[in-house]
């Protein structure tokens, strides 16, 4: 019922900037927040940035200063703007809709597909 799909991943050498789109399909009853999460090789998958329908946002340590979320409610779409990429921001982004409330912490049932970004040299 509910689908995302994230655009604008690539390749780009370190300094350079790209940004990312999610867009989201069908009925979602609850739309807390929307957010950007990364899997790198060989880790976990960690917590990039989200931006809530009011438009407070929240950034991983590592990302604040370089990347900026930002939402279109009326679109259901997240958009996640990186500058002053690094190869360590090298991963597979996914998008996601936070839909429900789990113990005072938004909880996301939908994820996008992944967009990969490669930042070498």
């Known amino acids: 019922q509910v689908q995302l799909v994230e655009s604008g991943g690539g390749l780009l050498p370190p300094g350079g900037s790209l940004i990312l789109s999610c867009a989201a399909s069908?009925?979602?009853?609850?739309?807390?927040?929307m957010g950007w999460y990364l899997h790198a090789a060989g880790k976990q998958r960690e917590f990039v940035a989200t931006?809530?329908?009011?438009?407070?946002?929240n950034y991983a340590d590592a990302v604040k200063g370089r990347f900026t979320i930002s939402r279109d409610n009326a679109k259901k779409t997240v958009y996640l703007q990186m500058n002053s990429l690094e190869p360590e921001d090298t991963a597979v982004y996914y998008c996601n809709i936070a839909n429900r409330w789990g113990r005072s912490v938004p909880i996301a049932d939908y994820w996008g597909q992944g967009t990969q970004i490669t930042v070498s040299s």
């Open positions: 069908g009925i979602i009853f609850r739309l807390i927040a």
């Open positions: 931006i809530t329908t009011g438009g407070t946002t």
